[in-house]
């Protein structure tokens, strides 16, 4: 891994992306003297926030997906993933698989009095998303949403069976075993990304630590037939599903 600026940076850039480094442990590379290396992840200051790249992929923070999955809500369109949580506005939400935060960022819209803990394996991922939402210029509900999301560092299957904590609900979204390649924000976080899926024994460890557990899963994908869901929920058209399991 290494540390660079965007092209033309300015001096908080610059600093920026020095103490990145230094955070990080890897080496700051100026701009011009910046050579891209297959399979190299790069970290990138750029003028409003941080961003990486690898294999030609450029990863970074947009509010975009969630902003356009609350207007359709509001437009009166079915979501399923918030149908499918049930959520009255005070729960404690466990988001197993942050990736680039679009959900946590809804469901948090959804929590008035709640909050949403987000645990994200990638350290880049994570990195690029939490500091994505300290950005400026975020719509207010985002910035409002946002102030109920933590966001941890580490692996979910770790967590569930160390924790002590309980949940109202626990939400996990694992890659897809079949991938919708024409995503670009999915395409983007995909050399980043974890790849472990879930197993019945996850199930059965969050089981004893929440109420409600929701997979979301492409209607090909293996998940559906593997696992004892007490429903699923989604449009074919999109094909994409949410198994819930209700204690
Ligand atoms: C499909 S994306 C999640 C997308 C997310 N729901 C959103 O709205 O952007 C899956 C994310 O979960 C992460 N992930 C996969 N397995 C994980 C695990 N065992 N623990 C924590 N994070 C994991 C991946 O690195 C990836 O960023």
Redesign the pocket.
Known sequence: MVVTTAHKPDHQQINRAKSLSVQLGCKYIPRRHFRFIEDEVVVITERNGISAMKNGKHLFFHPS?AVLRKSNFELGQRDYLIESLSLKGNEKVL??????????ILIAHFLPEGKVKC????KI?KMIVENGLQEENLPDWVVDASKRIEIYE????VFIRKSREQFDCIYV????EHPELKSAA?NS?RP?????GITNEDLEIMKKITKRIVV?ARWNDSIFEKYKFDRVVGSLKSNIGYGVIEL
Do not use: R
């Not at 988001?95 to 946590?104: K, M, P, Q, R, V």
């Open positions: 997906l988001d197993c698989t942050l990736g680039l935060g679009s959900e946590a645990l994200e394996s990638s991922v580490g692996n979910y299957k979204d694992p890659m897809f999915m976080l980043f990304a974890d790849y472990s979301k």
